[in-house]
């Protein structure tokens, strides 16, 4: 199984541009999420999906649109980045049902200039 | 969601057991005390949890007080490999899912 998987792993943007950070599971989980971890900071919730066909925001939304696009899909949109969007993100599922653990990916580095 | 609380840093001699603790006195009945550790930038990786009793794995154990405000992670035998960012999250069930709020974490250094 490859678990939580992200693409692209690295991106430079120009301020402006817009993009999508793709994430897929294959652990049939029910909950994904997006997160951004700025430099020697924790990470911060952007937006969770408990199922397919729901989202919910989380702590840092804005500048951002997701999708949920089936069970194994989650992305994560740009529609204008700005440089306060420098980050690396992080994709994480989680079964649910009961209290289980979340399982990450390995990370997109974003550098917007 | 409870708020945690964790020192910024520890240094924990190899082939010690390593002991982080972590303050979360709002935490509620239903609220599960998670913890998290991310090496190097790579992605958080799951330790432990629970909710009142004392939990053990492979990897660690973690106690919780009786008044469940408080927690520790204890790595019996730390190891190099064992530095690190420990993050301890306080989840409830919301929305149809859990919600994982990390802090700061506790950057673990263990020395040679």
């Known amino acids: 199984n490859a678990g939580v998987t992200q693409t692209p792993k690295f991106q430079v943007l120009k301020t402006g541009q817009s993009m999508t950070l793709q994430c897929a599971q294959d652990m049939n989980h029910n909950s994904m999420y997006w997160y951004r971890q700025d430099p020697g900071m924790g990470l911060r919730l952007i937006y969770y999906s408990a199922s397919e066909g729901t989202t919910d925001k989380g702590e840092v939304p804005n500048g951002y649109n997701v999708s949920r696009l089936n069970k194994r899909e989650f992305s994560l949109r740009l529609e204008s980045a700005a440089p306060s969007q420098t980050s690396v993100y992080f994709c994480?599922?989680?079964?649910?049902?009961?209290?289980?653990?979340?399982?990450f990916g390995q990370g997109t580095r974003l550098t917007v200039v | 969601d409870a708020k945690t609380t964790q020192p910024p840093s520890m240094d924990c001699a190899e082939g010690r057991a390593a002991n982080l603790p972590c303050n979360h006195s709002?935490?509620?009945?239903?609220?599960?005390v998670y913890w998290y550790r991310q090496i190097h930038s790579q992605g958080p990786q799951y330790i432990i949890h629970g909710l009142k009793n004392n939990e053990t794995n492979e990897m660690a154990s973690l106690i919780i007080t009786e008044d469940r405000k408080s927690s520790t992670l204890i790595l019996p035998h730390a190891t190099l490999r064992d530095t690190a960012v420990y993050y301890c999250i306080v989840s409830r069930a919301t929305s149809g899912t859990y919600k994982y709020i990390f802090g700061t974490g506790t950057r673990l250094k263990v020395l040679a």
């Open positions: 709002t935490i509620s009945g239903n609220e599960y």
């Open positions: 994480a599922s989680s079964r649910d049902r009961d209290s289980t653990e979340a399982f």
